[in-house]
């Protein structure tokens, strides 16, 4: 691979809303259609969002369209994927909770089902009757049976995984009784990988082969490049492995610094803004031993080069849609699926000694001395520390509803974005919104009826006045957003939010915000605000009940309070006994000691 790396791992949606150079292939033509999503990557991991990642593709991208600092997808992966397909809330498309963790009060409920319902439309059945050809590759996680799979969901070709995680080099799956992965391709089940697989590379192998095998009737396409990275486990090629040696040695709370400044710099967030507290149970790194240190730099540098393997082949796509004249006129949405991972799934998922599943990750992931991580049934995530560098400067990450589990970088590159090249947009936006903003692309309409099943009204809004300039935000101060998943659940609307969240990261109670004076939500105005508060509790109830919310009687985080130490204040230097130096008195009062004089 010659190609310098390219960026960050993310959610990309690409959709490009331009004519082309060569009139005679896309004068007229309906403009292609990319989603490129990236698994886990934070809002900060892209160049053009504070990185020190090499991200050039991405980041070029970024250059020829909008950055958009305030999009919003759900705290975790299927419910996003689930949304962005359906422009439905995941309580009543079928993701209320994810397959692994529905609670059982949730079980046999409608709207809990885990995986997209079949009554409700989805966004490739709606482009490919408007005339698209439609294509994925990579991370399905909404359904394995044959009436749910990528085939009978509108999608005319796809190479598919299945299941929410797994091996980036085979068949391996997580648990010892779901042990191998699940591929499909063009609808068919796959019984082995294709040789030389790696997850990555193969599947933007596939999607270029999509689109040059259908291109010769003129149609546009729509293609979803659902990456399974950079989700863990941190699998990629040994070239990629070693470009950042080193360099996450001096720790998460310099990092995060460094990149705060630059996001500053970049105009990507207020000058004001202040870094959200660090995790109480995460140590300050200068307090390490340094093998420690390096040990966890280590892993970081296995996520960025992971990142960087990604824009690496993400800029291939784009430059074979360079050379056959299509890239022109295909529109780029770009964003992660939720905030960065910061829980350790190999742990959660190994469980206790004594079990199936120990036993399962002692013999097929055990190949974890430090100079493996990388390889085939390696496995390694970065935790909690580096999680919350990705989501600089919010608090928290994945699987909660604080700024740091469901804000993303979202950027939108093509002729659909009349906005100025490498501008930046402060606007409200929502996962939700991308199926109506296509559809309007696409010059097609939601039907009210699909399989004669009534339609629910489409949770989004369309982008397209933003991108026109003709809004700063497809929201008002009187519209709001709201989540729930795992317990955990927010609200915002204008400047506000509420949140509540299961303690000991939450308080197991509702919390204020300002999100425009308090990024990160360090200050709870809850006790100073209770009549917002209570206007903003009215907003939720009604959203609980319109949306069939229930909330789990069971949760994965449900041990955490006896898992994890005290909750406490995390402030520079304190307590002072683990930083306080050697005392080195003036070289001008030193003294060798008197001689002692006995009788």
């Known amino acids: 691979m010659s190609r310098k790396l390219l960026i960050t791992p993310i959610l990309f949606l690409t959709v490009h809303y331009a004519f082309a150079q060569s009139p005679s292939k896309t004068e007229g033509k309906k403009p292609n259609i990319v989603i490129i999503l990236a698994d886990d990557m934070g809002y900060s991991d892209m160049g053009m969002f504070g990185s020190e990642i090499k991200t050039p593709n991405l980041d070029a991208l970024a250059a020829n369209g909008t950055r958009f600092t305030n999009y919003y997808t759900q705290a975790s992966c299927s ?20 397959d692994e963790w529905t609670a059982p009060n949730q079980m046999g409920k409608e709207g809990y ?47 598919t995984l299945l299941d929410g995680m797994g091996s980036y080099w ?113 140590p300050e790194p200068s307090i390490l031993a340094p093998a420690t240190r390096a040990v966890m730099g280590r892993k970081m540098e296995l996520y960025a080069g992971l990142v960087e393997n990604v824009d690496y082949h993400i800029g291939r796509l784009i430059d074979h849609l360079k050379e056959i004249g299509e890239y022109e006129n295909t529109i780029f949405i770009v964003f992660g699926d939720n905030g960065a991972e910061g829980s350790d799934l190999g742990a959660m998922i190994g469980g206790t000694p004594g079990t199936l599943n120990y036993l399962y990750f002692a013999t097929k992931w055990s ?70 903003t296509l559809l309007e692309v696409a010059g097609a309409k939601y039907p009210e009826t699909f399989n004669g099943k009534t339609q629910p009204k489409l949770a989004g809004k369309s982008w397209l006045p933003v991108l026109n300039g003709q809004a700063d935000s497809p929201r008002t101060d009187k519209d709001y957003i709201a989540w729930e998943v795992f317990g955990n659940r927010a609200l915002r609307q ?62 994965l985080f449900e041990t955490l309070e006896d898992q994890l130490p005290p909750r406490v204040p995390v402030q520079d230097g304190y307590p002072p006994l683990n930083y306080i130096r050697q005392f080195v008195p003036p070289a001008d009062m030193m003294a060798d000691p008197k001689e002692i004089k006995k009788n």
Request: cysteine-free.
């Open 367 to 436: 190949n974890n001395n430090i100079n493996a991580w990388g390889e085939p049934n390696s496995y390694v995530g970065y935790g909690a520390p580096w999680a919350q560098v990705s989501m600089t400067p919010f608090s928290q990450y994945k699987g909660w509803t604080a700024e740091g589990g469901i804000r993303n970088a979202l950027v939108v590159s093509g002729p659909i974005n009349k906005l100025p090249k490498g501008s930046i947009n402060h606007g409200t936006m929502f996962v939700a919104d991308i199926l109506p």
């Open 170 to 282: 085979d068949m391996t799956n997580m648990t010892a009784l779901n042990h191998t992965s699940v591929f499909t391709e063009d609808g068919k089940y796959l019984t082995k990988l294709p040789k030389n697989y790696y997850a990555t590379e193969t599947y933007t192998d596939k999607l270029i082969n999509f689109i040059d095998e259908g291109k010769k009737d003129g149609k546009p396409f729509f293609a979803y490049m659902s990456h399974q990275a950079p989700h863990d486990p941190y699998h990629l090629p040994k070239n990629w492995r070693n470009r950042h040696v080193g360099e996450y040695d001096k720790g998460w709370d310099m990092v995060r610094k460094e990149r705060l400044k630059k996001q500053k710099e970049l105009g990507i967030i207020p000058e004001n803004t202040q870094l959200a507290e660090r995790m109480w149970y995460v």
């Open 494 to 555: 204008g400047d506000w939010k509420i949140r509540w969240e299961i303690k000991p990261v939450g308080k197991s109670d509702w919390e204020l915000f300002n999100l425009t004076q308090d990024p990160g939500e360090r200050n709870d105005l809850a006790a100073q605000n209770p009549d917002k508060l209570k206007e903003m509790l009215v907003l939720w109830d009604k959203y609980a009940k319109e949306n069939n919310v229930i909330l789990p009687d069971r949760t």
């Open 79 to 98: 419910p996003t994927r689930s949304m962005l397909l359906t422009g439905q809330d995941t309580h009543i498309n079928g993701l209320g909770a994810m």
């Open 113 to 159: 089902e885990g995986n997209v319902s079949t009554s409700l439309v989805t966004m490739p059945q709606l482009l490919k009757d408007a005339g698209y050809h439609t294509y994925m590759v990579g991370k399905w996680h909404l359904g394995k049976a044959p009436d749910k799979i990528p085939a009978a969901r509108g999608f005319e070709r796809d190479f």
